[in-house]
């Protein structure tokens, strides 16, 4: 799950797809495209909207997207399309770019939508993006059980 500081949605949509799997049989993580908050926890709103939907992910830390994460993960969620593009630039061979999604044509297949970027939306886009995630997260989990 990759968005650009890794605080706000990237956190959320971890939270989410692990509560769906099993832990031992997935590894799920996240990272942001930036370096901006490497090492900080998730924004505190990611947090609070995921505690009330009973997902804790407060010792979750940033960190940057590196070209190594092409052999470690099956499978790169991008939040938008910014982003997508960003972590294909990393990409030194067709393989891992087929590896690399936008999470919400899950929903929409080929519209490619974005998630918003709910940091300076209030609370209310926190919830939006949570939903958003969810429903994402739902289908995920079925394309790969």
Same mark, same amino acid.
């Given at each position: ?34 370096? +901006? ?35 470690e993960f099956d ?8 982003? +997508? +593009? ?39 886009g926190f919830e ?18």
């Amino acid at each position: 799950m990759v968005c650009l500081g890794n605080i706000c949605r990237s956190p959320l949509a971890e939270g989410i797809l692990k509560s769906k799997l099993n832990p031992d049989f997935y590894i799920v993580d996240s990272a942001g495209t930036s370096a +901006y908050h490497i090492g900080e926890v998730p924004d505190h709103r990611s947090i609070a909207i995921a505690k009330k939907n009973g997902i804790d992910i407060s010792n979750q830390r940033a960190r940057k997207f590196i070209a190594n994460d092409f052999n470690e993960f099956d499978l790169i969620y991008a939040m938008d399309i910014e982003n +997508y +593009y960003n972590i294909c630039s990393l990409s030194t061979n067709k393989s891992n770019l087929l590896k690399v999604k936008l999470i919400l044509n899950e929903i929409n297949p080929l519209k490619d939508l974005s998630v918003p970027d709910p940091y300076y939306g209030g609370d209310y886009g926190f919830e939006n993006v949570y939903e958003m995630l969810d429903k994402a997260c739902s289908i995920i989990t079925k394309n790969i059980s």
